[in-house]
């Protein structure tokens, strides 16, 4: 599974350290990850969702119904 947010979409980004010298070497930024299980009242089961910690925060201001809402109008499978 690849690191990114079913939610917001947020992915990794690339970019360099750069030393004291300036010399550089590539990096990598990670979204802050976590796998959370929610239960849909309208379908009447779990669902498991990789999200960012800013989507959990969304999904508690907006619903996860709306959210799943969202979700799938961009294609994601749930």
């Known amino acids: ?7 917001t979409g947020v992915r990794p980004v690339f970019g360099n350290n750069v030393s004291h010298s300036h ?8 979204p802050n990850l976590q796998q959370r299980r929610y ?10 969702l ?6 959990i925060k969304t999904i508690d201001r907006i619903g996860i119904d709306r959210a ?11």
């Open 1 to 7: 599974m690849s690191a990114y947010c079913q939610l």
């Open 23 to 30: 010399r550089r070497t590539r990096r990598r930024w990670e």
């Open 68 to 78: 799943v809402a969202q979700m799938r109008a961009r294609g994601e499978r749930i």
């Open 50 to 55: 990789t999200l960012s910690a800013r989507a």
């Open 39 to 48: 239960w849909l009242q309208s379908e009447g089961r779990h669902v498991r």
